[in-house]
């Protein structure tokens, strides 16, 4: 029966392959309006059948250990966070009664003492290292472009979406170039970019013709070497990484594509020093990972272990995962909000975690400021209803609750001065499921930076939401099948 399934998956393999070579061929050949979009259909299912093929039939064989492990945790996750989400709705937001008290003015959480907590909380400790702030598309894009020319020996990639807009592909012709002089690998998830590629920004310029494959366009007249991960279980790597020279990296929300150039608020970090060597670690087991040799390559690069390049400098700076069986970015996340005893505040896109909700709604309660930023317009029909249930279910205990004008893809946060970015969401897929990396701190001068370019500016020009929003039967059906699901 194996064979049988190999057989298969290398027979999609290559009709995949036949589909995208179509996009190393001269873009004149596609300039019938109707063939190309027919070959792009083709190309788009094909290229899901190989997902499929590689999850399902490839996946066991040469990655054993991580399919089980991600079965295994994905169930006892998803069960335990069932049974946690429906205590929460039934009994506990609840029993959260009576007058929401006045905001406490009081001191901090002692951050020396939490840090030691997360040590505890989370079994992570603290690398060394030191944070800058790139925000939005230009400032980020223009840093990261500068970088890869300047590479002197490697560029690792590690992105959920590759997108094959005109942005993406100009990036990529960026990467192509210095392949020819230095090592350059690019990793993307095969469920991430397979949806990007099935929808266009609507500020994409009608000439643009879209490679068929962004795996095949890169390796295309190049030394680029590309890997995409499988999804077993429709489980993901949701983290974005990108490693110049393994000495600086690039760590934070952003895909490549042009909405992230030039359309949506977002956020990432260009950061120095040895927590750079953990980052380039992760990198490495992943893409070993995702190789031929699957779980058999990962224990190599594992027991290699973690290599001294990075320079030594910076300040605290610790790296917080999901993984399998280990959810570090939650546990530290809810740790914080449990801690703080004057303010948090929250930005990001997708809010359905009900035991955050729930945690916000208790620090609120013994008068803590507690304030949220979401999109006003977010790009997920059935998340927006979600955000929608989480808003008023926050307001309702005293929570204030702004949007921000557009789309922002943020992932942020700071409690009493300990702050949290990187890639995950405040849903079930970040925060349980998927793989995400966020690097957090305690650094005075590194929170007070991401409080003066992030979130002052992001609540000046925010509206307040003062009324619950109106929702329907329908609108709650959906966040349960958001909560179960995503």
């Not at 054993?64 to 709705?89: D, F």
């Not at 997920?380 to 929608?388: F, L, Q, R, T, V």
Request: glycine content about 6%; hydrophobic content about 40%; proline content about 3%.
């Amino acid at each position: 029966m194996n064979i049988d399934r190999a057989r298969i998956a290398a027979l999609i393999m290559i009709l995949s392959t036949a589909a995208g070579c179509a996009s190393a061929t001269r873009q004149s050949a596609l300039n019938d309006d109707n063939t190309y979009k027919a070959a792009r259909a083709v190309a788009g299912t094909t290229h899901a059948g190989w997902i499929y093929a590689r999850s399902v039939y490839e996946n066991p064989i040469n990655r054993p250990v991580s399919n089980a492990t991600t079965l295994a945790s994905l169930a006892v996750k998803s069960t335990g966070g069932m049974l946690r989400r429906v205590a929460i709705s039934t009994t506990q937001l609840p029993a959260l009664r009576g007058d929401i008290p006045e905001l406490q003015s009081r001191p901090g959480m002692d951050l020396s003492a939490f840090e030691r907590k997360l040590d505890k909380v989370t079994g992570t400790r603290s690398d060394t290292g030191r944070i800058e702030f790139l925000v939005d598309g230009e400032e980020y894009f223009g840093r990261l472009t500068n970088a890869i020319a300047n590479a002197e020996e490697c560029i690792d990639i590690r992105t959920y979406i590759f997108d094959n807009d005109d942005y993406a592909v100009e990036l990529a012709g960026h990467l192509k170039r210095r392949s020819k002089d230095i090592r350059v690998r690019v990793m993307m998830d095969g469920l991430g970019t397979m949806q990007a590629l099935r929808a266009d920004p609507e500020t994409l310029p009608a000439s643009h013709k879209a490679p068929l494959s962004m795996r095949l366009h890169l390796q295309s007249d190049s030394k680029v070497k590309v890997r995409q991960n499988t999804n077993p279980w429709l489980t993901g790597d949701h983290t974005k990484t990108t490693i110049i020279d393994k000495k600086i990296a690039f760590v934070g929300g952003m895909n490549i594509g042009r909405e992230y150039r030039y359309e949506w608020h977002d956020l990432m970090m260009e950061v120095r020093g040895p927590v750079v060597d953990k980052i380039q670690y992760e990198s490495d087991k992943a893409w070993a990972r995702a190789g031929l040799l699957g779980d058999v390559a990962n224990f190599i690069a594992f027991a290699k272990g973690k290599k001294q390049r990075a320079a030594t400098q910076g300040y605290p700076v610790r790296v917080l995962q999901t993984r399998n069986f280990d959810s570090d970015i939650h546990k530290a996340q809810l740790a914080a909000i449990q801690s703080a005893q004057s303010y948090i505040i929250i930005e990001n896109a997708y809010f359905s975690d009900d035991r955050t909700v729930y945690e916000l709604a208790k620090a609120r309660r013994r008068g803590v400021d507690v304030r949220v930023i979401i999109p006003k317009r977010g790009n997920h029909g059935p998340m927006n209803a979600s955000n929608k249930v989480s808003i008023n279910e926050l307001l309702r205990h005293g929570v204030r609750v702004y949007e921000y004008p557009g789309m922002t893809h943020v992932k942020a946060g700071v409690f009493d001065g300990w702050a949290s970015v990187g890639s995950a969401n405040y849903d079930k897929y970040s925060l349980k499921v998927n793989k995400e990396l966020n690097l957090a701190t305690s650094d005075p001068e590194t929170v007070a930076a991401l409080m003066r370019q992030v979130f002052i500016p992001d609540l000046i020009v925010s509206r307040e939401i003062y009324r619950p929003l109106n929702t329907t039967v329908a609108t709650h059906l959906v966040e349960i099948l958001v909560d179960e699901l995503l």
